[in-house]
């Protein structure tokens, strides 16, 4: 044990220090961008299937189905397009 009481204190504050000006870097500013808006991007994938809860009445597996092939589909056409010149 140190002899300092306020020791504990002391340390916990200059951790958080460090951790504020660690995330206030321009790497993480950026990344906390991207992380945002990755869970937006969730969000709006999970809100759009709510409206397919069977409870609804609004439920059609065919429907549901297509739109998630249309959606890999528009997918792999962007990860795999090339520029044609």
């Known amino acids: 044990m140190s002899d300092d009481p306020n020791a504990y204190n002391k340390n916990y504050h200059a951790r958080m220090q460090a951790e504020i000006a660690e995330a206030n870097t321009p790497q993480a500013r950026a990344q906390a961008v991207i ?3 990755w869970q937006d991007k969730i969000d709006a994938r999970a809100w759009a299937r709510r ?3 069977p409870e609804t009445g609004a439920y059609d597996p065919m429907r549901r189905f297509t739109e998630e092939m249309d959606y890999e589909e528009e997918l792999a056409g962007r990860r795999y397009r090339r520029e044609v010149r």
């Open 35 to 37: 992380d945002r808006w």
């Open 51 to 53: 409206r397919e809860i």
